[in-house]
């Protein structure tokens, strides 16, 4: 018998703090009189297998600089973390094959090289079974309608097209978990529409695991039964937005969740 459950976070944060400029421990405010920056300022984070959760705050908040920890792009300069059991600045390359991450405001694919080769050349470096590969391909070639510019250079895709190649490229190694940076930024009604069914149907067909950071509250409203608001590097809300919207409507929730109010203590 083991004591550990289904229920154990597959994201775990602690106190996770990033600082810029300046070293371990010195921070007690977010700006500093020696010009250094606390972008992140002691989250508590527990995100459970197959959530799907939004990340949400002003411009400025720490999303990204949270993100980038949780890849292992940056170290933290306090606190604890775990992805997948993984500390991920020490166990960055190991992590890898568990996570996806897509920044909608750049590509991770080959500018110069055919879509698909970008794909190819993915399953090699996470030396993914060809029989699996193929699958994978197939199925998001179908859902995300990939086809007709497969065989075409990424720099001649519309920012929808390749956003939907930056998906698949993050999924064809089945990460247990995948971080969507503005995963709907620039797209047009109908091919935002189109990610969030698609994101909807990965979630729920394979319990991949999603945190998405996104401006626009129509994805919040579609995909995340929870949603974590920062401001000022600091966690507001933590909760689900049918509790905000019990006594507020949607447009007071939006200001306040973008403001970065506290939603959890009023009084302060
Ligand atoms: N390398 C860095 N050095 C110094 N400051 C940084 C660095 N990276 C980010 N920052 C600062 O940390 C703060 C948080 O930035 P971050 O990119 O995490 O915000 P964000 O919530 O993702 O914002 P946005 O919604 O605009 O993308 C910002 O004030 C930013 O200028």
């Given at each position: 018998m083991t004591?550990?459950?289904?229920?154990?976070?597959?994201?775990?944060?602690?106190?996770?703090?990033?600082?810029?400029?300046?070293?371990?421990?010195?921070?007690?405010?977010?700006?500093?009189?020696?010009g250094g920056f606390t972008a992140v300022d002691g989250i508590d984070l527990r995100i459970a297998p197959g959530e799907l959760v939004g990340y949400i705050g002003p411009n400025g908040a720490g999303k990204s600089t949270t993100i980038k920890m949780l890849t292992g792009i940056l170290t933290p300069t306090s606190g604890l973390l775990r992805v997948a059991g993984f500390e991920p600045q020490r166990d960055r390359v190991r992590l890898a094959r568990r996570i996806g991450v897509v920044f909608g405001q750049r590509t991770t694919l080959w500018w110069d090289l055919p879509l698909k080769d970008s794909f190819t050349l993915l399953q090699r470096l996470y030396r993914i079974p060809p029989d699996r590969f193929g699958e994978n391909l197939a199925y998001y070639t179908a859902a995300l309608d990939l086809g007709e510019f497969l065989d075409?250079?990424?720099?001649?895709?519309?920012?929808?097209?390749?956003?939907?190649?930056?998906?698949t490229a993050a999924l064809l190694h089945d990460p247990a978990v995948v971080y969507l940076d503005e995963p709907t930024i620039g797209l047009d009604v109908v091919s935002k529409h189109a990610?969030?069914?698609?994101?909807?149907?990965?979630?729920?067909?394979?319990?991949?695991t999603i945190l998405l950071t996104t401006h626009d509250i129509a994805d919040i409203e579609r995909l995340c039964s929870r949603v974590v608001a920062i401001d000022h590097g600091r966690v507001t809300y933590d909760g689900s937005i049918d509790d905000l919207r019990a006594d507020r409507d949607l447009e007071t929730?939006?200001?306040?969740?973008?403001?970065g109010r506290s939603l959890v203590d009023t009084t302060e």
């Open positions: 004591t550990t459950s289904t229920t154990d976070p597959i994201i775990l944060a602690e106190g996770l703090t990033k600082a810029f400029g300046s070293s371990p421990g010195r921070f007690r405010r977010r700006r500093t009189t020696d075409r250079p990424v720099r001649q895709l519309s920012l929808g097209q390749r956003m939907r190649g930056d998906i990610v969030r069914e698609f994101l909807s149907d990965l979630n729920q067909r394979t319990g991949t929730v939006v200001r306040e969740l973008y403001l």
